[in-house]
């Protein structure tokens, strides 16, 4: 794992924006893993400022909500198109986000895996992390072998994203999330965490043993995991001096 500690969100969004960047102008026809929520909000920004040509690439997301359609204002399909696929010249065609309101969830799920497949498997995976240590809606216990499939949402997870459904009776029971033996199948991944609530998922996710208490910790068996962190999302990791060292003598070679 490569552990990337910056002052502040926007300073963090921007290593996340140009590792994005550098992977689109390399392999124009890149598959991307999305997150939704609030860390990569920032990011999405920056990279629709950057004008980067994305009329070649191929985006699947992580995770939606049983139950919403597509417009609902707290969709992940809405989120998507309204942080980044309106604002890039992203074809529909080459946007893939689960179908909160398929009648076969099963399905969908095997359907969707294979799609992931077809294109190519994913190049690069955007990954939030959860106050549980969640990645995309993989709930402590989940199988760390897991595939796309119906989760039921903790109510931590529920309370914390109860923010976007003015309440919490609100936020649905059921997603539909790929697994994490779908995400570590991705060529890289891409980890954002940002403020102190995060803090200790992550520590336990990046220090700790791997275990489905922590679905985040699978990721120390990817070989190609990238963490950017902000200070508060850092502040219980014991080795941050040295990760934060390791990051500031990099060889030139391996700098962005
Ligand atoms: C979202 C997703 C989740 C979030 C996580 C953190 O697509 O898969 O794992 O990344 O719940 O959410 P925020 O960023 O809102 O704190």
New binding site residues.
């Given amino acids: 794992m490569e552990i990337i500690i910056q002052p502040t969100v926007e300073a963090a969004s921007t290593i996340a924006a140009q590792m994005v960047a550098r992977l689109l102008r390399e392999k124009p026809d890149a598959v991307l893993g999305l ?5 990569p909000l920032l990011l999405y920004h920056e990279l629709v400022q950057m004008k980067l040509d994305w009329s070649r690439v191929t985006a699947f ?3 939606e909500y049983v139950g919403l359609a597509p417009d609902h204002p707290a969709s ?1 399909h809405r989120f998507m198109w309204e942080n980044l696929f309106n604002r890039v010249n992203i074809l529909e065609s080459n946007v893939h986000i689960p179908d909160g309101l398929t009648e076969d969830i099963p399905g969908f799920c095997l359907r969707y895996e294979q799609q992931i497949l077809a294109a190519g498997g994913i190049d690069l995976q955007l ?4 106050t549980d240590g ?4 993989n709930e402590p216990t989940s199988s760390l072998a897991s595939r796309t499939r119906i989760k039921t949402l903790t109510q931590q ?1 529920r309370a ?1 994203n109860a923010r976007f459904f003015g309440g919490e009776t609100a936020v649905p029971h059921h997603v539909i ?1 790929m697994g994490t033996g779908t995400i570590m199948e991705a060529r890289q991944v891409l980890l954002m965490a940002f403020g102190p609530d995060k803090a200790r998922a992550l520590a336990e996710a990046v220090e700790g043993p791997i275990t489905s208490m922590n679905p985040a910790s699978i990721l120390q068996l990817h070989p190609v995991a990238k963490i950017v962190l902000d200070e508060p999302a850092a502040s219980r990791l014991r080795k941050a001096d040295y990760y934060r060292w390791v990051y500031d003598n990099k060889p030139d070679w391996q700098k962005l």
């Fill in positions: 997150a939704t929520g609030s860390t997301n992580l995770d992940y990954l939030g992390i959860g969640h990645i995309g809606f997870t914390h999330t």
